[in-house]
C-alpha cells in the first residue's frame, strides 16, 4: 500500500475563483502544492476535484491527513 507525503505541515493559502474546480493533490508527492502535477501515476491515489463556491482565500491541507478533504482542519498540529 502506498504511503501519504507529508507535503507540510501546515496549510496552503490559495486564492480561489467561483465556479473554478481545483484538483487538490491527495499523495503529497506533487511539486505545484496544494495542488495536483500527476506525480501519483506511480501510485494507488488519485486527485480530489474541488469545485469553489465563492471567490476568497481557502486553505488546503498540506499534511494530507485532514478529515475535512481538501480543507485543513488543523491535524497538523497534531503530527
Known sequence: MDEVVVAQKAP????VTAG?????????????????DGAHKETSFTPLAWEADETKTVYF?????????PLCDGTHKEL
Open 61 to 69: 491541507c498540506g499534511c494530507k491527513k485532514t478529515g475535512n478533504s
Open 12 to 15: 496552503y493559502a490559495t486564492d
Open 20 to 36: 473554478e474546480k481545483y484538483y487538490w493533490c491527495t499523495c503529497g508527492r506533487s511539486s505545484k502544492q496544494p495542488l495536483c
